[in-house]
């Protein structure tokens, strides 16, 4: 069968890879088409374009970029609707995907599969009307989501595990290297490792490396490491970190966790990330507007939380600095507070155990990959 996937940034690249890997196990003769990265050209088929091409967030970067982002989903339009693939699968990346979904559903007969669901249940509810309209079935790997689609919006959707979960545990149970062997790898000191994660494209990275790295420079008994992504180049590091001791390490986001102390996070994935290798951290957000967003935050959204640690676990597990609270004071204090001897760490690591419990054991591409392949058998698409 013929599979075209659309993701929109690296998660979902490294998502998407996972679960193409297991669809070609369900299914042997599977062919893929994609907008999508490194990771999915490395399973194989035909790339319609790369991921980083489209990854704009904020007002004005995606208003400034609109005619090139218009003209992707028309020629993505076209070229779905030429391939005539038997299904389509959507990862994350609502804005442009609904978009494609709704021209599928109308035109064509080529059921539209979601997996990893736009988190409308933070904002934009209202696209679940045009989620009931036009995609067939909803793959959801956050447990919470099971109540907020069924029971509040009467619309099934398949909880399938989360496939974070199983990449850490796989890559803990074969990764053997020292942290010596790391740091002389990548020509680092013996000092313990504060990890920055400030994101994965260029908008994130401008707005919040620069006060990561002003707030860990109080800490000088540790050593500065970026978490690397893979779409954005040297260069553009280059111009935060200027002067500063500060280490980058380029598609080694794991081995770094698996080495640091302490992090700095932005909001996403990581987070859960880096719960999962059970290392304390400050989720760090810059946003336009402080004020403005934290009263949107308060009286408007619909989440107490803007990580997925505290969403999972429905607590303040980690501290959230965003909106007026990002400030470089706030986060070198929450930073020591999760120092080893300090109370905040035990107190955080504790928290880390009863929120992986939360996500159960299910391997998410597996159990996608299967009901996916069930379906196709039992209704083919036209």
Not at 278 to 288: A, E, H, I
Not at 332 to 353: D, F, I, V, W
Request: charged share 25%; hydrophobic share 40%.
């Amino acid at each position: 069968m013929k599979y075209y996937l659309i993701v929109g940034e690296a998660s979902g690249d490294l998502h998407a890879s996972r679960l193409m890997r297991s669809l070609q196990e369900k299914d042997p003769m599977a062919e893929f088409r994609f907008i999508g990265g490194d990771m999915m050209k490395q399973v194989g088929g035909s790339c319609l374009k790369h991921y980083k091409h489209l990854a704009y967030m904020g007002f004005v970067p995606v208003l400034l970029h609109l005619p090139t982002i218009f003209r992707m989903m028309r020629v993505c339009k076209e070229d779905i609707v030429q391939w005539k693939p038997d299904c389509l699968i959507l990862v994350d990346y609502p804005g442009f995907n609904l978009n494609i979904a709704k021209y599928i559903h109308k035109h064509t007969k080529i059921p539209v599969y979601y997996y990893i669901s736009p988190k409308i249940w933070a904002w934009k509810e209202w696209r679940i009307k045009a989620i009931k309209r036009d995609v067939n079935e909803m793959f959801s790997i956050l447990p919470f989501e099971v109540p907020f689609y069924e029971k509040k919006h009467h619309y099934p959707i398949h909880y399938v595990g989360n496939p974070t979960v199983e990449e850490v545990e796989n890559f803990r149970r074969f990764y053997s290297a020292s942290k010596e062997e790391f740091c002389e790898q990548n020509g680092l000191s013996t000092k313990p490792i504060l990890a920055l994660l400030a994101g994965s494209r260029k908008q994130e990275i401008k707005d919040n490396l620069p006060a990561m790295i002003e707030a860990a420079r109080h800490f000088e008994d540790y050593q500065m490491v970026v978490a690397g992504a893979p779409s954005i180049d040297e260069a553009f590091y280059a111009e935060y970190i200027k002067n500063e001791n500060v280490k980058v390490v380029r598609k080694q986001t794991y081995e770094l966790l698996t080495h640091a102390t302490v992090a700095l996070v932005t909001s996403g994935t990581a987070t859960l990330e880096t719960a999962l290798f059970n290392v304390p951290q400050v989720v760090c957000y810059k946003t336009p507007l402080p004020k403005l967003i934290r009263f949107a935050f308060n009286h408007i959204l619909k989440v107490k939380y803007i990580s997925l640690v505290n969403l999972i676990a429905n607590k303040e597990v980690v501290q959230e600095l965003f909106a007026e609270r990002f400030r470089v004071y706030n986060i070198a204090n929450e930073l020591y507070r999760l120092l080893p001897s300090q109370s905040g760490r035990e107190r955080m690591l504790a928290e880390y155990e009863v929120m992986r419990q939360q996500l159960g054991n299910e391997v998410a591409p597996e159990n996608a990959a299967g009901i996916i392949v069930q379906i196709l058998k039992r209704h083919p698409s036209v």
